[in-house]
């Protein structure tokens, strides 16, 4: 046995890991057993005693509840960000404006159908890909692959507000293969950026023989008022293409993050290759930087530059998806026995299907 700290920001950790409780910051004293820790926390007149067992992502998994069918319009919604019970805000890419989606709930609580509402148009926006709901200012955040900013609006006028200010390596995107991953975490307190294919600086595109090697970007602020600063970043490698690639448009890149209240990242990567006919695959990872290389004063990832460890992936959802591209991911609710729904929502652009695909992660 041993005695070690758990640093609690902000949240309870209770078991799963995913179910978290917000609660102040915490440092707690952890008495760690064989497979399980306790701690007991004080509250003014009662004492709760925690039982956590340790959360990894081999012992979990995605599985597919159902698929439904979304209206033709609006068409490319690239992105999917949780804003409270049954409500997402998603944004069009080309032409941005903010839309809101609305879940009913049907039996076993999982829903039946959805209604979208257009809000408001993006000042300024040229192709956000990347949304993230913003818990502590009721604005979210849009990343713009073509102006490769990030930039905080207003949800009833679609006003630009401001700007986060970047590290200068994110100039160097390439045209297409910018910007496309943006979340915040439930807390508010920390948000992950990331390019789809490497930039020019660190190496080449996916193809059927490699991946690619992204940046996650990290950023942390002090609270509501608080400025977001870059906080490191971290080599994430796609996936190779699984099948042809006969010409410039199939890839296999990193196309949504998903920050969960325990610190978790979740990452969506989304394939377009031929095997031999057209066909779309996603697969959802979750990620783990605890033993990867801070790479955020490297100018270069490029072979034959210095070496470096990518975070970790654990698979956890891989599965082909017809005309159906999904380049959204956002959690939904936890059920009683634990488990909890998530939501991919396609971009639906041109022939593509105009679908959002609910997953159970569970045990």
């Not at 377009?272 to 990867?292: E, G, H, N």
């Not at 975070?311 to 991911?329: F, H, I, P, R, W």
Request: overall charge neutral.
């Amino acid at each position: 046995m041993c005695i070690e700290k758990l640093q609690c920001h902000g949240h309870i950790l209770p078991y799963p890991a995913f179910a978290a409780q917000p609660i102040p910051y915490l440092e707690l004293p952890i008495l760690k057993h064989a497979a399980m820790c306790y701690t007991s926390v004080m509250f003014s007149d009662f004492r709760i005693l925690l039982l956590c067992l340790p959360w990894t992502a081999a012992a979990l998994t995605f599985t597919t509840v159902c698929e439904l069918d979304r209206p033709d319009e609006p068409t490319s919604l690239s992105s999917l960000s949780f804003v409270s019970n049954g409500v997402y805000w998603s944004s069009t890419d080309w032409k941005p404006a903010l839309h809101e989606i609305v879940l009913r709930q049907g039996a076993a609580g999982k829903p039946d159908g959805l209604k979208i509402t257009r809000l408001c148009a993006l000042e300024g926006a040229k192709d956000v890909e990347g949304l993230a709901y913003d818990p502590l200012r009721g604005t979210f955040w849009a990343a713009d692959e073509v102006h490769g900013k990030v930039s905080e609006y207003d949800p009833r006028s679609g006003r630009r507000l401001g700007n986060v200010e970047l590290p200068a390596i994110f100039k160097k995107c390439r045209r297409t293969y910018g910007f496309e991953s943006l979340c915040i975490r439930p807390d508010g307190l920390e948000m992950w950026l990331a390019n789809e294919e490497a930039l020019s600086c660190d190496g080449p595109v996916s193809t059927s023989e490699h991946g690619t090697t992204v940046r996650l970007a990290r950023f942390t602020r002090t609270g509501r008022d608080g400025t977001w600063e870059a906080a490191g970043q971290w080599a994430y490698a796609t996936d190779s293409l699984g099948g042809g690639a006969p010409f410039n448009g199939c890839r296999s890149g990193l196309s949504s993050l998903c920050a969960l209240e325990d610190g978790t990242l979740l990452a969506l990567e989304r394939e377009y290759s031929f095997k031999p006919l057209p066909a779309l695959r996603c697969r959802i990872y979750a990620t783990d930087r605890s033993q990867a290389t801070d790479i955020a004063a490297r100018e270069s990832l490029a072979p034959g530059t210095l070496p470096f460890t990518p975070v970790a992936k654990t698979l956890l959802y891989d599965a082909d998806t017809g005309l159906s591209m999904y380049e959204g991911l956002a959690p939904g609710p936890i059920a009683s026995d634990g488990s909890r729904l998530f939501y991919l929502i396609s971009d639906g652009d041109k022939m593509m299907a105009k679908k959002l695909r609910v997953l159970r992660l569970s045990k």
